[in-house]
């Protein structure tokens, strides 16, 4: 019988990046940018480096999990796309896989903008809001669902090219930009964020610390990855992370340990990936942690470029097998807000920002705490510039801005916006904009 213990928070974490397509040009020009192996491009030598029969110094197996038929199986395009979503966004599919209460399926889409880039050899969908849009009117098609948007994000390397990892924030300000946009034309502030490729870097980490509380990046697993871009830590190391399902605060200095930062990074691996597939230990741990009333979020991720149903049908049954063998855990499939409340032991709270005018300067007051040390202002111009700046604190949770001949008139102001979330993760905006 369900009860209220024992209660283990589900999440699924999609890092949402639209349609990519990669050439067996592509795939041969990466086996020799990740392996050194150079041959030449051909369906024959491909199927033969699957299937492990060409003789690599030891490496047959990592090279065939790098390019196995199921990694290349790529969404390519939006037709693709479409179809896949069809089937995501139906009730069938959602009540294939229930919860200890009869729940459907939900997901949290954690959408990326492709911006800032010169190159794009995956025919990527470029542009700020291109992927956002497709899943905002998905969400208000099928709103019963309970899906929910959050934010994901990659650095833009110094290439420039679309398929490659950024592992500085500093380059280019592009995802302040992607924030003031999402601010200004949907009323969109994320609490919750997700790092692209895994990365996450100190310049990073401040500056998540000062709006997102919440951090679904963790991914560490007990295995060490071959894989040689990752093995290394040339891109992202979690292994040193804590592995409880339960989250932890991060050390300033060192991400992997646990230290007094304000933000709470929780564990997310992946569904089944070249790196870091969660396996049945990990999934037991979570149901553990559950009889220990720890009320943990057991959090998965994949990406929408493949195909997502093949991926859950596969991983369920470990579900349901740990759900047998831990008949007093109640699985629940939750939004990740809700999750990280739940495990946290937060309270809602009725978190409200105000924005008013006293001549030229807008004066913004809270009615709690802020999760940051100010709200974050965003403004656009009549002629379609956007910015972001930082504002005056005057304490009792009053912050202030003048727009004169230092920064803007305000007469050239289309629209400014403020946007904050809470210390308990619930997140307020206020807006005005130029009617005339």
């Known amino acids: 019988m369900n009860n209220s213990k024992n209660r283990l928070y589900f999440v699924h974490a999609v890092d949402t990046e639209g349609p990519i397509s990669e050439s067996i040009d592509d795939t041969f020009e990466r086996l020799k940018l990740l392996f050194n192996i150079d041959l030449t491009p051909n369906i024959e030598t491909l199927i033969k480096l699957q299937n492990k029969e060409l003789v690599l110094d030891g490496i047959e197996e990592t090279v065939a999990n790098c390019i196995s038929p199921k990694r290349l199986n790529f969404i390519k395009d939006l037709s693709q796309l479409d179809k896949l979503l069809d089937n995501i966004f139906s009730s069938t599919f959602r009540n294939k896989f229930l919860d200890s209460f009869g729940n459907p399926y939900r997901f949290t889409w954690f959408c ?9 050899p995956r025919r990527r969908l470029l542009g700020f809001h291109t992927i956002l849009k497709i899943y905002l009117s998905r969400l208000k098609k099928n709103s019963d669902f309970g899906d929910t948007i959050q934010w994901h994000y990659h650095g833009v390397p110094f290439n420039r090219k679309a398929h ?3 592992l500085n924030w500093n380059f280019k300000n592009y995802h302040i930009e992607i924030f003031t946009r999402r601010l200004i034309d949907f009323n969109i502030f994320a609490n919750a964020f997700r790092a692209g490729g895994w990365i996450e870097r100190p310049d990073m980490s401040n500056w998540l610390e000062q709006w997102i509380p919440f951090d679904f990046s963790n991914h560490s697993y007990k295995e060490k990855s071959n894989q040689p871009d990752y093995k290394n830590g040339r891109f992202a190391d979690w292994s040193r992370a804590p592995k409880t399902w339960c989250g932890y605060h991060p050390d300033k200095y060192d991400l992997q340990k646990e230290g007094n930062m304000s933000r709470t990074i929780f564990r997310s691996l992946s569904l089944d990936a070249r790196i870091g597939s969660i396996t049945e230990e990990d999934i ?36 349901l097998k740990a759900m047998k063998k831990y008949p007093s855990v109640n699985l629940i499939h939750t939004n990740e807000i809700d999750a990280a409340k739940n495990c946290l032991n937060l309270r809602d709270n009725q978190f409200n920002l105000n924005l008013n005018w006293e001549d030229n300067k807008i004066i913004v007051e809270s009615n709690s705490e802020l999760f940051g040390p100010q709200p974050f202002l965003a403004f656009k111009t009549h002629s379609g510039e956007y910015f972001h700046d930082n504002m005056a604190n005057h304490g009792d949770l009053t912050w202030s801005y003048e727009f004169d001949w230092m920064t803007l008139p305000k007469e050239s ?3 400014v916006a403020v946007a904050s979330a809470d210390r308990f993760g619930n997140v307020s905006t206020a807006n005005w904009e130029d009617t005339n």
Do not use: Y
């Open 413 to 415: 102001l289309k629209k």
């Open 284 to 319: 037991e741990l979570a149901f553990l942690e559950a009889l220990e009333e720890k009320n943990p979020i057991l959090s998965v991720t994949n990406h929408d470029c493949r195909d997502m149903v093949e991926e859950i049908e596969s991983f369920w049954p470990k579900i």
């Open 164 to 166: 490659c990892f950024g």
């Open 112 to 120: 990326l903008d492709h911006v800032g880039f010169q190159e794009n």
